[in-house]
């Protein structure tokens, strides 16, 4: 290694090219990194869902969902099956093993689920496929004064448009209704021709049909043989004859009904800003980049809007592209105020050409890491782009370091600039290398951490290993050459400039001695002198600090929320609500945003934009993400929901939970709403308490939800609480009357007959262009509203004739639940709640299982409970960051016993590991941040960096006793030489991180607590380092004395022993 770094620092070309090299490739590489907000989670999902039209939840978990848990209960390699039973389907979310065979999983299941014989026959075809996340980039409302058939055309010709654009692989057409055609015969007018229903679905499958014939070979060449009668409109539906008189008259379908061409029954519409609407969603897949998809979609959108007819608009909606290239601009500038701090700091103590050769390392590294991002898959995203700022101080630590002892050793002698730059490189050139190898260390055990977790550390530990690997060359290859050869040493200033600023670095530098000699010196001979009660001290602040923690005297969370550029509102009204009644709570939400947007225009600033920007409401349907994208429940008369677009965090002065509030408190109570929820955040692993509760008896885990919500209550902070259970519409229970029986009807014949009068029977599917058309033959909707039409409906026996329905069956109104939930073959119920101001979610869940929970369970033996949500994901989190912390603590101690060739000493310098931690907490007490997951990660990355700078004081303090200096002496003496690079790489770390943790913006929060743990953790355990480090090693060599004392009276074995430690 010495004669390698001796031959670049001889080589100034050599050197010049290896830096060229870098940064022609990082920037290179920048274009082929993938952007986006957070890192891609790879999903180990299965998904199998199975459509039963009609049919209650309960009877769809007792016919399929059941049957397929059963089938697939065994497969090797499944960890978790979450099964829902909805109205009219089915679906299993399959989670597997990590370590599973994706493919023989998913051949197996579909193998098992194919072979399933006793599903209902009305049942569609079991789905089952690989659960993709796609990832939306922007949605496009088609809005306007037009009708459903207008907008749903216009909407799939831009669809079809943006997905022929080159850089667009998917898009997806939402907020429309299936087309069916619906042939809608009347009862009466059926008796009237002598016909029954099963005639109308038979006749309409028999003569609506395509069949090929075959082919007849001819003289003159094959001729194929087609019969071709498929109807394919209403029109011709209605032409299809199903009885022909005597007299040679037909009855058509359109004598005995009506037919309409239009879309399936549905209780789901859209507006957007108070126009009816749909909604086109555009996403990324692989690599693409969502600014490129942006700017095509965008760009398309401009052309075709002259085409649209008059009244009907293309506005883009929640555009991620944009948030992402505003918070990456964020995260850029902080990164640039950060640097330029880390330059000043450099120059006040460095001279100016040294420190501008020093700073040069911290773009070049940077370069560095662009250029290797590609190759391992990583990401340019809000995390990546924040270690970048993290790295800012923590790269050039090492190059501080010989920096600064390069400028030493050619300042003894300046006549040999290039001696100098390779004896100061090569004198530190062992701890400098282990110091980084331990920081990278600190980084590299974040695999570990469970959960989806691990992707977001992934990034952040995968930038930071990297640069800190070029980092490590630059120090050692490509600095001591422009050292060398322009360190600045032996030239006096010339200019006015250079001679002022000369003269204040001669203040700075004469003020820092005073201080070593004045008051660090005496310090740390005192707590050499006092070691032990410095030692009892730093014990009892470390506890201390951790007492702070257990208490709950700093708020922890999983992971911050996420402030949106949106709030939206959540309305449930109680199942079976008619749709306009629900459609007038959402008319009413829209009217109190509209008035809650003009009294904040009102109140804004000159230069701040419209508030509110723009309104979706959707009846019938929510969204998952609460941003209007991408609905998680539809067709439902109950459900609503209002989102509103706001202009970005950066040009408003109010945030978006504060809006959402003061909605909240102009809407008012709604009367009869189950559940209204306001919000302008969103939390990515889900609620702060989720308790899942687990059983068989429907009736227990609904009491015991209820104890656990009404608990819920009593605790302060603990709003927004919601109980999975609910119930479900009116169900009207029919059963044969004993006599029926005896005129050969059937259970199976009355429920069938019921199902095709008011479901309906689909007779067939269609393809119309590329659109599948569904086709169901049903009563009309005049002969279905009202339970008397039941009741009068007519029932035909095996032998044709018509009956009362009164006459053969009875009918019992009852209720069930609106869905059920199963979850590895149990039913399941959440409770889950939000946590608002000062309270602790972890406090709370922690009272909740100590105190209530055992006594509910208690009450109700057969229900079990999980914590799911975000304690679910902090609990696997936190248990891999100690397996990780473990590792990375092996690991570290592993590489500083190798150069110091001790067993002891790695754990002197390993001693200020635990104030990193000490000085995170005072960091999250002064700025009066909670810590979350990202506190922790800063910690881990503290940890690493303060071991560099105390396995450099170390090494000195070696060389000066090996050079015959007494062990106390030396360990005062080692401080204070080192006392100027480590009081520089502390600075520069907390330098670069202070922009952003004084960043103000709402997108900076999330981040901000791992800024706060890295940067006071440093500053903190930099200090321990000045002052516990030497008192540690005389600690040490007190005991060694002590047992060598031992020995010598217990014999020679253990002297022998002592000798080798």
């Known amino acids: 290694m010495n004669a390698i770094i001796a031959w670049f620092a001889r080589n100034h070309v050599a050197a010049n090219l290896l830096m060229f090299g870098i940064v022609l490739a990082g920037l290179g590489s920048i274009p082929s990194i993938k952007q986006t907000i957070f890192p891609d989670f790879e999903v180990n999902y299965i998904s199998v869902t199975v459509v039963y039209p009609g049919a209650s939840p309960s009877d769809v978990e007792k016919s399929i969902t059941l049957r397929l848990e059963e089938e697939i209960q065994d497969v090797e390699g499944i960890r978790e099956i979450r099964a829902t039973a909805n109205e009219g389907a089915t679906n299993l979310t399959i989670e597997l093993e990590e370590d599973a065979d994706f493919g023989r999983v998913l051949t197996e299941i579909g193998t098992r689920i194919d072979g399933i014989d006793t599903l209902p026959e009305e049942a569609e075809q079991p789905i089952v496929s690989e659960l993709a996340f796609s990832h939306e980039v922007l949605s496009i409302a088609v809005h306007g004064e037009a009708d459903e058939y207008t907008l749903t055309r216009i909407g799939q010709q831009v669809r079809d448009g943006i997905a022929a654009l080159p850089g667009v692989s998917k898009v997806k057409l939402t907020g429309v209704r299936p087309y069916e055609i619906s042939i809608e015969v009347s009862e009466f007018a059926l008796q009237r021709h002598g016909l029954r229903f099963d005639d109308v679905v038979r006749a309409v499958r028999r003569s609506s049909v395509d069949l090929p014939g075959g082919s007849v070979k001819t003289d003159s060449g094959e001729i194929l043989l087609r019969t071709e009668g498929q109807a394919y409109s209403g029109e011709e539906f209605a032409r299809i004859a199903l009885l022909t008189q005597s007299d040679g008259s037909r009855v058509l379908v359109g004598d005995v009904g009506t037919v309409i061409d239009g879309f399936e029954e549905g209780d789901k519409f859209s507006r957007f800003d108070g126009s009816p609407s749909v909604m086109i969603d555009v996403f990324r ?68 050409r040294a420190a501008f050769w ?101 990034g952040i530990s995968g930038v930071m290993m990297v640069a800190l690997g070029f980092s490590l060359v630059e120090s050692k290859l490509v600095l001591p050459s422009h050292l060398a050869h322009g360190s600045g040493v032996g030239h006096e200033p010339t200019s006015g400039i250079s001679i002022a600023w000369a003269r204040f670095q001669a203040r700075v530098s004469r003020g820092l001695n005073r201080f070593v000699e004045n008051i660090y010196a005496p310090a740390v001979k005192y707590c050499i002198e006092w070691r032990y009660v410095t030692a009892a001290v730093s014990s009892v602040l470390f506890i201390l600090s951790l007492s702070l923690l257990a208490s709950g005297h700093i708020k922890t969370s999983m992971m911050p929320p996420m402030m949106a550029d949106s709030v939206w509102a959540k309305l449930r009204m109680p199942l079976g609500t008619p749709v306009a009644q629900t459609r007038a709570v959402v008319e009413r939400l829209e009217a109190t945003a509209g008035e809650l947007g003009l009294e904040l225009d009102a109140s804004r600033r000159g230069d701040e934009p419209q508030m509110l920007r723009h309104t979706l409401s959707m009846v019938g349907e929510q969204s998952g993400s609460g941003l209007g994208r991408r609905p998680s429940s539809s067709g439902q008369s109950h459900l609503g929901q209002v989102s509103v677009e706001l202009s970005p965090s950066e040009v408003r002065s109010i945030s978006a939970p504060e809006i959402a509030a003061q909605w909240r408190e102009r809407a008012g109570a709604i009367p009869g709403a189950e559940e209204l929820t306001f919000a302008g955040q969103f939390r990515r692993f889900g609620d702060p308490i989720v308790v899942e509760l687990r059983g068989d008896d429907e009736v227990a885990l609904e009491g015991a939800a209820g104890k656990v919500a009404a608990a819920l209550m009593y605790y302060p902070g603990v709003s927004d609480i919601r109980d999975s259970s609910q119930q479900g519409k009116q169900e009207l229970k029919i059963s044969i009357l004993p006599g029926a029986e005896a005129l050969g009807l059937s259970l199976d014949d009355v429920g069938r007959q019921v199902r095709q009068a008011f479901y309906g029977a689909e007779v067939q599917r269609l393809q119309r262009g590329r659109d599948e058309v569904k086709v169901m033959v049903r009563y009309p909707a005049s002969e279905r509203r009202s339970l008397s039409d039941v009741e009068n409906m007519r029932v035909r026996l095996p032998d044709g004739t018509a009956v009362p329905f009164r006459s053969v069956a009875s009918a019992e109104m009852g209720r069930g639940p609106s869905s059920i939930v199963r979850k590895n073959r149990y039913r399941t119920v959440s409770v889950s709640a939000d946590v608002k101001g000062d309270s602790n979610a972890n406090e709370i869940v922690a009272q909740l299982t100590r105190d209530v929970l055992p006594g509910i369970l208690a009450e109700y033996p057969d229900v079990t409970y999980v914590m799911e949500g975000e304690q679910k994901e902090q609990g696997e989190a936190f248990a891999g960051f100690r397996t990780a912390f473990l590792v990375a603590l092996l690991t570290i101690y592993a590489l500083l016993a190798i150069p110091l060739r001790s067993y002891l000493q790695p754990i002197f310098i390993m001693t200020v590991i635990p104030f990193g931690y000490v000085g995170a907490v005072v960091g999250h007490l002064i700025t009066g941040n909670g810590m979350s997951m990202f506190s922790f990660i800063g910690v881990m990355a503290a940890a690493g960096v303060v071991v560099n700078d105390s396995l450099v004081l170390v090494t000195f303090l070696n060389r000066m006793h090996d050079a015959g200096i007494s062990l106390e002496e030396a360990a005062e003496r080692a401080g204070q030489v080192r006392f100027r690079a480590i009081m520089l790489t502390s600075l520069t770390t907390f330098a670069g991180l202070t922009p952003i943790m004084l960043d103000a913006t709402t997108q900076a929060q999330f981040v901000i607590p791992m800024a706060i743990s890295l940067s006071f953790g440093v500053v903190v355990a930099s200090v321990f380092t000045l002052l516990l480090v030497p008192a540690v090693v005389l600690i040490a060599e007190d005991l060694r004395q002590a047992f060598r004392r031992i020995a010598r009276r217990v014999g020679g074995a253990a002297s022998q022993v002592a000798t080798r430690i």
């Open 285 to 352: 897949v692989g690599k693409q980049q969502a600014t490129e998809i942006s700017r095509e979609v965008r760009e398309y959108l401009e052309r075709v809007r002259t085409e649209l007819p008059e009244g009907v608009r293309l506005t883009v909606w929640d555009d991620d592209s944009q948030y992402l290239a505003d918070r990456l601009a964020m995260m850029m500038g902080n990164a640039v105020y950060g640097f330029l701090l880390v330059v000043v700091l450099l120059a006040v103590f460095l001279k100016l």
């Open 358 to 458: 020093v700073a040069l390392g911290v773009p070049i590294s940077v370069c560095g890491a662009f250029a290797l991002m590609p190759v391992f898959d990583l990401d340019i995203n809000l995390l990546t782009a924040f270690s970048f700022i993290m790295a800012l101080g923590i790269l050039v630590d090492d190059a501080i370091v010989t920096g600064e002892n390069i400028c030493t050793h050619q300042e003894r002698d300046p006549s040999d600039l290039i001696g100098g730059a390779i004896r100061g490189t090569q004198e530190i050139a062992t701890p400098v290398i282990f110091g980084v190898l331990t920081t990278i260390a600190a980084f590299a055990p974040f695999t570990l951490i469970g959960g989806h977790t691990r992707f977001m550390a992934l």
